[in-house]
């Protein structure tokens, strides 16, 4: 089975920061990273699918990239709203893991 | 507009039983593959099963493979998991999705969970 890892697991930052977020996963996976929002009580959200295409209504200063086993997802302007978890996803194969997540709060 | 409403969770001893449900509307449920995604309390996703659109494709996570059943019913546009042999470490919040297959499978639409609690 493929294992995802994300680092880092927590920061903090201020609005209007640029914040990057890394995932890894255990082995080869082409561009099959997705990468979804989490907010405290609330089902995740999609942001980005195939390392780097946003999906619709997602703000542009969400950006994806990467490939095979390291990715990046960056927001570049921080805004009160992104304050949430933040978890990869391969589905590359099954089972479709998840990184354990990235939990980005106010500094 | 899309909606995903899970129903069946509750407080059961291990050993036992749950059935989860899942009623979609909005979309057009029998030409997507489906999936439950769980998490525990306080803990990240972990996703357990998917079923493609007619049913013949089911996948499971290795830990729940011979006691969850995933299931489904195009006419009632609803998604099933059939929980036997329930352990603590099962509790958690079961979300249902639907999967997307372009550029790779991914998860456009969420429910907002049934919470299953395996407790004595």
Sequence with gaps: ?107 | EVQLVESGGGLVQPGGSLRLSCAASGFSFSSYWMSWVRQAPGKGLEWVANINQDGSEIYYVDSVKGRFTISRDNAKNSLYLQMNSLRAEDAAVYYCAGQRNNYGPHFDYWGQGTLATVSS
């Excluded at chain 1, 099959?32 to 780097?52: C, E, T, V």
């Design chain 1, 1 to 107: 089975d493929i294992q995802m890892t994300q680092s880092p697991s927590s920061l903090s930052a201020s609005v209007g920061d640029r914040v990057t977020i890394t995932c890894r996963a255990s082995q080869s996976i082409r561009n099959y990273l997705n990468w979804y929002q989490q907010k405290p009580g609330k089902a995740p959200k999609i942001l980005i699918h195939a390392a780097s295409s946003l999906q619709s209504e997602v703000p542009s200063r969400f950006s994806g990239g990467g490939s095979g086993t390291d990715f990046t997802l960056t927001i570049s302007s921080l805004q009160p709203e992104d304050f949430a978890t933040y978890y990869c996803q391969q589905s590359y194969s099954t089972p479709f893991a998840f990184g354990p997540g990235t939990k980005v709060d106010i500094k």
